[in-house]
């Protein structure tokens, strides 16, 4: 069993190499150098992918909502 600890470091580690092939790949298929040169919309994504991986807490708990499959088959749904 890998312990707590281990098994986030290798977490950190994959999302790491993860963000930096993210960074390569945006990178060599939008090389520009002044943000004026290309949308906004792709100014952003490299902004998103620079700041990858973000550290986040996360907490799991039983999922007590309805599935999307049960919301599309109750008769409430059809009455729309």
Request: glycine share 2%; proline share 8%; charged share 20%.
């Amino acid at each position: 069993m890998v312990s707590g600890v281990t098994a986030e470091k290798e977490w950190k580690n994959t999302l790491s190499l993860v963000a930096e092939h993210l960074r390569k790949a945006f990178q060599s298929s939008h090389p520009f150098k002044d943000d004026g040169e290309v949308s906004p919309s792709i100014v952003a994504l490299r902004d998103a992918f620079h700041t990858f991986p973000v550290s986040a807490d996360v907490l799991l708990k039983p999922d007590r909502t309805p599935q999307a499959s049960q919301i599309l088959a109750s008769p409430a749904a059809h009455a729309c």
